[in-house]
Antibody, heavy 121, light 107 residues
Framework: QVQLVQSGAEVKKPGASVKVSCQAF????????ITWVRQAPGQGLEWMGW????????NYAQKLQGRVIMTTDTSTNTAYLELRSLRSDDTAVYYC??????????????WGQGTMVTVSS | EIVMTQSPATLSVSPGERATLSCRAS??????LAWYQQKPGQASRLLIH???TRATGIPARFSGSGSGTEFTLTISSLQSEDFAVYYC?????????FGGGTKVEIK
């Protein structure tokens, strides 16, 4: 079955880091990219960045530059999102979605179920 | 960045009735507009891309229209499984941006 399966909920303290995984099933991982989108409680969807499933090229949203790292592991068809120096306003549900393999604009045709990350002291 | 505005925030509709959702872009996005359906605890689903093209497996009761800055998602006859939150997204410019969503609830 074609799907993206994300890791479970996380609770972190301010200043810590979190790493969320997104494992792809049912399609050739290296033929696509992965994009990450987050949704804070009661807020809309915010695009965070994109990574190629083939060569690991990435592009990040400007406001997250320096705090976000996206990686992939093609041996397990898994993409990772690491967010550092967490703040309370990073509390959100984090989604991965399938994207074009190249850095190009298109709709996201497959989504993960979301991972809740709570940042609280 | 392009701001996407959806209206109304909440739409109360009876099963079997038509639902019309609106999305406005702060500048032209051509036809590079997608609609998604989101249900609690589930993966979001792509409904429409290219403003008017239904994604694979999407029922014909879902239709999209518009171009430039004004877009509409129409659900011709609401089924029980259609009560959800709907988001529009522009992918004409980086960063891609989303509307604030329209919640379609049972009247």
């Amino acid at each position: 079955q074609v799907q993206l399966v994300q890791s479970g909920a996380e609770v972190k303290k301010p200043g810590a880091s979190v790493k969320v995984s997104c494992q792809a099933f049912g399609y050739p991982f290296t033929n696509y990219g992965i994009t990450w989108v987050r949704q804070a409680p009661g807020q809309g969807l915010e695009w965070m960045g994109w990574i190629s499933g083939d060569n690991g090229n990435e592009n990040y949203a400007q406001k997250l530059q320096g705090r976000v790292i996206m990686t992939t592991d093609t041996s397990t068809n898994t993409a990772y999102l690491e967010l550092r120096s967490l703040r309370s306003d990073d509390t959100a549900v984090y989604y991965c979605a399938r994207a074009p393999e190249e850095w190009e604009l298109d709709a996201f045709d497959l989504w993960g179920q979301g991972t809740m990350v709570t940042v609280s002291s | 960045e392009i701001v996407m505005t959806q209206s109304p925030a909440t739409l109360s509709v009876s099963p079997g009735e038509r639902a019309t959702l609106s999305c406005r872009a702060s500048q032209s996005v051509s036809s590079n507009l997608a609609w998604y359906q989101q249900k609690p605890g589930q993966a979001s689903r792509l409904l429409i891309h290219g403003a008017t093209t239904r994604a694979t497996g999407i029922p014909a009761r879902f239709s999209g229209s518009g171009s430039g800055t004004e877009f509409t998602l129409t659900i011709s006859s609401l089924q029980s499984e259609d009560f959800a939150v709907y988001y529009c997204q522009q992918y004409n410019n980086w960063p891609v941006t989303f509307g604030g969503g329209t919640k379609v609830e049972i009247k």
